[in-house]
Nanobody
């Protein structure tokens, strides 16, 4: 069965960095959309970044542009989220999710409901 497993979360000081990883198993990795979402206590879930595993097209929330980079390693069936210059407002539970049937040949939607498979989440804490 399809499974996604995240890792790499932790606690850092403001300005620090973390690298999150998400591995996909149980399905072919290429030409899918893999997204990173986050949810802080009392707030709604938001999409942070997403990437098309075939073409490599990447998209970011405005709040993380210039600080976060999403990438993938198809040989490892893994997507990464490099997070630099972390801010306290970045603190949240981060989830990896997969849209196995992208709406476009190379594009990935930002709509959470399209992502049918989710990982267990990895916690990111940022202290000021």
């Amino acid at each position: 069965q399809v499974q996604l497993v995240e890792s790499g979360g932790g606690s850092v000081q403001a300005g620090g960095s973390l690298r999150l990883s998400c591995s996909l198993s149980g399905y072919t990795f290429s030409n899918r959309c893999l997204g990173w979402f986050r949810q802080a206590p009392g707030k709604e879930r938001e999409v942070v970044a997403r990437i098309h595993t075939g073409y490599g097209n990447a998209y970011y929330a405005g709040s993380v542009k210039g600080r976060f980079i999403i990438s993938r390693d198809n040989a490892k069936n893994t997507v990464y989220l490099q997070m630099d210059n972390l801010k306290p407002e970045d603190a949240a539970m981060y989830y990896c999710a997969a849209d196995l049937f992208p709406p476009d040949i190379s594009a990935c939607a930002a709509i959470a409901s399209r992502y049918k498979y989710w990982g267990q989440g990895t916690q990111v804490t940022v202290s000021s």
